[in-house]
């Protein structure tokens, strides 16, 4: 029971309550332990020594280097203050009570601390003797204003020990801390997609791209808290028989607290930023203790990732040659390390890495406990983590560089499809911490599942909306987790490439439509006059142009008319039980000009771009799903495998309707003949050749129409007996861009109240139709440079 809620005539609290104060006053301790007499020695010289100087005694040295304010960095000066004081635990709320000092002994930890008791002690103890944490008396501090006590849990570790973490949720203490800590440092989102980056755009005239780890051994407790606010961090031990009751208290960041993170990434990501300034300088490098121990290859050897074929046209560099990759990641407390070249290259750069590491985080030397570790893991340089391999466990991802393939290793491999047995279709319910649960691990895998960000449209909305604590299992989420099982099944037979994952501006360009009466769209060929833009990577140097050359296609037009009882279910005025809107068709549109591409170029490992004036097809189509399971879930279904089948990225941008003609015009115009039609667009919208009329798959055609009834085909059945089309040849310089994984949105054209716009922004009718691919790549979503690490972090404020 919370202390917030605990009422003065609750007499069994009350009597618990009691009886705890007595035991603490009047009984002679009891040592059941090691942890026992270590805390009452701590008790005895705390009365014979005070506070203050219990602490100092305890915690020693300081982990972190004696010389970090004199390091060429913004951040020094507020590392050195850390080094110094700690960092602050400031609570913007009244003190504790006693009644809820004691209620929160009296509860006791979590439930899963109590079930690795013997464990959690001999830890704690552990961590005692390496001067991380101090285990006293509850009596000895129960009248501290500043005390505060939170329960541990404990949870378990694939191949290693369990992992104790602290619930600061619970008591409410990561509520009430105020947000001082600097959040800027956090720098560690998008850093797998920046190493993805980084390889793929890799000038391979070097060779293929190595990799390596760092670990920092007990990072978060690498760090003090300031002393006076260690009380307020507490932590409740398991209590045995007889035994007076046990707090804990962190010398170091505790896993749980919320200010934790910002504050030790302000310590590795500075180390990153010295290891990457040093590369950059091509700084020589002493040699680092490490060297030998760093070149045991991983144990065990990774498996074997299966070649993949590239397309027949493959992408060629059509840029000068740039240097050999060299730079660091740091994702919290795990360096990375990327590099080209040769052996004594990489060693440099593996000798900055750690150097880096060393500036920050004191080498250990004769001052030092016994019991202190490394700072760099000793333990996962012996599994082989420091050695430069080209195929790598990154952030929980198997990454090969040679084959440009990424895939699940195979313990998350076989977590997935465990994962997805948990739910047979007899299952008719699940407890809404276990959905959330599904969600949020397959949401981590679909990375290297292409296709998989289509199929939780169902998933999310089964989500119960009134707050209920079940989920109910329908047709449908049974429908889409079979569709999961599929791609599951597929993990070993399709390695996913980079090339799939890793957004380029589009080699394709076009707008589709759709009305009442049917769809169409346009599909238009490179103009040759756009501008390209080189971007910078990770250490400032040019990026590697990787550009696929594709196929030069002519310009192409397609429609095709919705048969009557879909138009008869449209959403209308005069229709508004219809079960199908028009942004249903917009969408629906939306699919079909991929597939009319898809029957006249090779899409494989391709980017394509479709403007659309439709909102919603926007939105749907970028976030790849809906919370509804309506026949929108059904259309992202079917597009998601689209994409997965013909292995390309599609991506949408907005585009002004009165700027859309052409495609209106294919949705609108049934008046007119396909040969008429194309006699229209060619005196209209010329182009250097002669329009193509091209017409919809019948197969393509059911599905869609399938989808829009929200009739469910099977995905091993939907392009069943296709084959994607295979071109060779060469179009000439493509218009993409260096890559991105981020896409920079359009400007809103919504206006405050209070501004005057401009004519025309509001204004429609004076824009004109665009004719050339040029016109329309002024509308199209740009993509900018994937947001790399900060060069030189610094705090805000000064220390």
């Given at each position: 029971m919370?202390?917030?809620?605990?009422?003065?005539?609750?007499?069994?609290?009350?009597?618990k309550r009691?009886?705890?104060?007595?035991?603490?006053?009047?009984?002679?301790?009891?040592?059941?332990d090691?942890?026992s007499?270590?805390?009452?020695?701590?008790?005895?010289?705390?009365?014979?020594?005070?506070w203050?100087?219990?602490?100092?005694?305890r915690?020693?040295?300081?982990?972190?280097?004696?010389?970090?304010?004199?390091?060429?960095?913004?951040?020094?000066?507020?590392?050195?203050n850390m080094r110094?004081?700690?960092?602050?635990?400031?609570?913007?709320?009244?003190?504790w009570?006693?009644?809820?000092?004691?209620?929160?002994?009296?509860?006791?930890?979590?439930?899963?601390?109590?079930?690795?008791?013997?464990?959690?002690?001999?830890?704690?103890?552990?961590?005692?003797?390496?001067?991380?944490?101090?285990?006293?008396?509850?009596?000895?501090?129960?009248?501290?204003?500043?005390?505060?006590?939170?329960?541990?849990?404990?949870?378990?570790?694939?191949n290693r020990?369990?992992?104790?973490?602290?619930?600061?949720?619970f008591?409410?203490?990561?509520?009430?801390?105020?947000?001082?800590?600097?959040?800027?440092?956090?720098?560690f989102?998008?850093?797998?997609?920046?190493?993805l980056?980084?390889?793929?755009?890799?000038?391979?005239?070097?060779?293929?791209?190595?990799?390596?780890?760092?670990?920092?051994?007990?990072?978060?407790?690498?760090?003090?808290?300031?002393?006076?606010?260690?009380?307020?961090?507490a932590?409740?031990?398991?209590?045995?028989?007889?035994?007076?009751?046990?707090?804990?208290?962190p010398?170091?960041?505790?896993?749980?607290w919320?200010?934790?993170?910002?504050?030790?990434?302000?310590?590795?990501?500075?180390?990153?930023?010295?290891?990457?300034?040093?590369?950059?300088?091509n700084?020589?490098?002493?040699?680092?203790?490490?060297?030998?121990?760093?070149?045991?290859?991983?144990?065990p050897a990774?498996?074997?990732?299966?070649?993949?074929v590239?397309?027949?046209?493959q992408?060629?560099?059509?840029?000068?040659?740039?240097?050999?990759?060299?730079?660091?990641?740091?994702?919290?407390?795990?360096?990375?390390?990327l590099?080209?070249?040769?052996?004594?290259?990489?060693?440099?750069?593996?000798?900055?890495?750690?150097h880096?590491?060393?500036?920050?985080?004191?080498?250990?030397?004769?001052?030092?406990?016994p019991?202190?570790?490394?700072?760099?893991?000793?333990?996962k340089?012996?599994?082989?983590?420091?050695?430069?391999?080209?195929?790598?466990i990154?952030?929980?991802?198997?990454?090969d560089?040679?084959?440009?393939?990424?895939?699940?290793?195979?313990h998350?491999?076989?977590?997935?499809?465990?994962?997805?047995?948990?739910?047979?279709?007899?299952?008719?319910?699940?407890?809404?911490?276990?959905?959330?649960?599904?969600?949020?691990?397959?949401?981590?895998?679909?990375?290297?599942?292409?296709?998989?960000r289509?199929?939780?449209?169902?998933?999310?909305?089964?989500?119960?909306?009134?707050?209920?604590?079940?989920v109910?299992l329908?047709?449908?989420?049974?429908?889409?987790l079979?569709?999961?099982r599929?791609?599951?099944?597929?993990?070993?037979?399709?390695?996913?490439?980079?090339a799939?994952?890793?957004?380029?501006e589009?080699?394709?360009?076009?707008?589709?439509?759709?009305?009442?009466?049917?769809?169409?769209?346009?599909?238009?060929?490179?103009?040759?006059?756009?501008?390209?833009v080189p971007?910078r990577?990770?250490v400032?140097a040019?990026?590697?142009?990787?550009?696929?050359?594709?196929?030069?296609?002519?310009p192409?037009?397609?429609?095709?008319?919705f048969?009557?009882?879909?138009?008869?279910?449209?959403v209308?005025?005069?229709?508004?039980?219809?079960?199908i809107?028009?942004?249903?068709?917009?969408?629906?549109?939306?699919?079909?000009?991929?597939?009319?591409?898809?029957?006249?170029?090779?899409?494989?490992?391709?980017?394509?771009?479709?403007?659309?004036?439709?909102?919603?097809?926007?939105?749907?189509?970028?976030?790849?799903?809906?919370t509804?399971?309506?026949?929108?879930?059904?259309?992202?279904?079917l597009?998601?495998?689209?994409?997965?089948?013909?292995?390309?990225?599609?991506?949408?941008?907005?585009?002004?309707?009165?700027?859309?003609?052409?495609?209106?015009d294919?949705?609108?115009?049934?008046?007119?003949?396909?040969?008429?039609?194309?006699?229209?667009?060619?005196?209209?919208?010329?182009?250097?050749?002669?329009?193509?009329?091209?017409?919809?798959?019948?197969?393509?055609?059911?599905?869609?129409?399938?989808?829009?009834?929200?009739?469910?085909?099977?995905?091993?059945?939907?392009?069943?007996?296709?084959?994607?089309?295979?071109?060779?040849?060469?179009?000439?310089?493509?218009?993409a861009?260096?890559?991105?994984?981020?896409?920079?949105?359009?400007?809103?054209r919504?206006?405050?109240?209070s501004?005057?716009?401009l004519?025309?922004?509001?204004?429609?009718?004076?824009?004109?139709?665009?004719?050339?691919?040029?016109?329309?790549?002024?509308?199209?979503?740009?993509?900018?440079?994937?947001?790399?690490?900060?060069?030189?972090?610094?705090?805000?404020?000064?220390?």
């Amino acid at each position: 029971m919370r202390a917030a809620v605990l009422l003065p005539d609750d007499h069994a609290e009350r009597r618990k309550r009691t009886k705890l104060v007595e035991t603490i006053a009047g009984r002679p301790p009891e040592l059941t332990d090691e942890l026992s007499k270590y805390a009452f020695d701590n008790a005895d010289f705390y009365r014979a020594h005070g506070w203050e100087a219990l602490i100092k005694h305890r915690r020693g040295r300081s982990s972190l280097h004696p010389d970090v304010r004199q390091l060429p960095h913004k951040a020094a000066r507020y590392l050195d203050n850390m080094r110094r004081r700690g960092a602050p635990v400031l609570l913007h709320t009244k003190p504790w009570t006693l009644a809820q000092k004691d209620a929160a002994i009296a509860r006791g930890p979590h439930p899963s601390a109590n079930e690795h008791e013997p464990f959690l002690r001999q830890e704690m103890l552990e961590m005692c003797q390496r001067h991380q944490w101090m285990v006293i008396p509850y009596s000895l501090v129960r009248h501290e204003p500043t005390l505060r006590i939170s329960p541990p849990g404990v949870i378990p570790q694939r191949n290693r020990r369990p992992r104790t973490i602290v619930d600061y949720t619970f008591s409410s203490v990561n509520a009430d801390t105020a947000p001082i800590a600097p959040n800027e440092a956090m720098q560690f989102g998008k850093a797998l997609h920046r190493i993805l980056q980084t390889i793929f755009f890799a000038d391979k005239r070097w060779g293929p791209v190595h990799l390596m780890k760092g670990d920092i051994s007990d990072g978060f407790y690498q760090a003090w808290l300031l002393w006076q606010d260690i009380l307020k961090l507490a932590v409740v031990m398991p209590r045995r028989n007889g035994e007076e009751p046990l707090i804990a208290l962190p010398f170091g960041f505790p896993m749980g607290w919320v200010n934790a993170p910002p504050f030790f990434c302000s310590l590795t990501e500075t180390a990153a930023d010295l290891a990457n300034n040093a590369i950059l300088r091509n700084v020589p490098q002493q040699p680092h203790r490490h060297d030998t121990l760093a070149d045991t290859p991983t144990q065990p050897a990774l498996p074997l990732v299966q070649a993949v074929v590239p397309p027949a046209n493959q992408q060629v560099s059509r840029t000068r040659p740039k240097g050999p990759v060299a730079s660091t990641e740091v994702y919290m407390d795990d360096f990375m390390g990327l590099a080209q070249g040769g052996k004594r290259r990489r060693q440099r750069i593996r000798r900055a890495i750690f150097h880096g590491i060393d500036s920050i985080f004191c080498p250990p030397d004769d001052l030092d406990d016994p019991d202190r570790k490394d700072p760099i893991s000793e333990k996962k340089l012996r599994q082989g983590d420091g050695c430069w391999e080209t195929s790598k466990i990154i952030l929980g991802w198997h990454v090969d560089t040679v084959t440009e393939t990424i895939s699940l290793p195979p313990h998350r491999a076989a977590r997935l499809h465990t994962l997805l047995a948990l739910f047979p279709r007899s299952r008719r319910r699940a407890s809404i911490t276990t959905w959330h649960k599904l969600l949020g691990e397959l949401r981590s895998m679909i990375l290297a599942i292409p296709g998989g960000r289509g199929m939780f449209s169902f998933l999310q909305a089964a989500l119960p909306r009134q707050g209920g604590s079940r989920v109910r299992l329908t047709k449908h989420v049974h429908d889409q987790l079979d569709d999961l099982r599929w791609m599951a099944q597929q993990l070993t037979e399709r390695p996913t490439r980079l090339a799939e994952i890793i957004p380029m501006e589009a080699q394709y360009v076009g707008t589709c439509d759709a009305a009442g009466a049917g769809m169409g769209g346009v599909w238009l060929p490179d103009s040759g006059d756009l501008t390209t833009v080189p971007a910078r990577n990770l250490v400032g140097a040019l990026p590697h142009r990787r550009l696929r050359p594709v196929a030069a296609h002519p310009p192409i037009l397609w429609r095709h008319q919705f048969p009557q009882h879909i138009r008869d279910n449209l959403v209308s005025s005069t229709n508004p039980s219809g079960a199908i809107t028009n942004s249903d068709l917009e969408l629906a549109g939306r699919i079909a000009h991929q597939d009319i591409l898809a029957q006249a170029v090779d899409l494989t490992e391709t980017n394509t771009a479709t403007g659309t004036d439709n909102t919603p097809t926007q939105a749907w189509s970028t976030k790849g799903s809906t919370t509804t399971t309506r026949a929108a879930a059904y259309l992202l279904r079917l597009a998601a495998l689209h994409q997965r089948f013909y292995r390309y990225q599609g991506h949408t941008f907005w585009l002004p309707g009165p700027r859309n003609g052409m495609a209106d015009d294919c949705s609108r115009l049934w008046n007119l003949t396909d040969t008429q039609l194309l006699a229209y667009f060619n005196s209209q919208y010329p182009q250097e050749e002669s329009w193509q009329m091209h017409h919809l798959r019948p197969e393509m055609s059911s599905a869609l129409i399938s989808s829009l009834q929200c009739k469910r085909q099977p995905p091993q059945e939907t392009f069943h007996g296709l084959s994607p089309v295979t071109t060779c040849g060469v179009s000439g310089v493509p218009s993409a861009l260096p890559t991105t994984l981020m896409t920079c949105l359009q400007p809103s054209r919504t206006l405050s109240p209070s501004s005057k716009p401009l004519h025309d922004d509001t204004a429609t009718d004076v824009l004109q139709h665009f004719t050339t691919r040029s016109e329309l790549e002024q509308w199209k979503t740009s993509f900018v440079a994937l947001a790399a690490r900060s060069s030189n972090w610094g705090p805000k404020t000064l220390a």
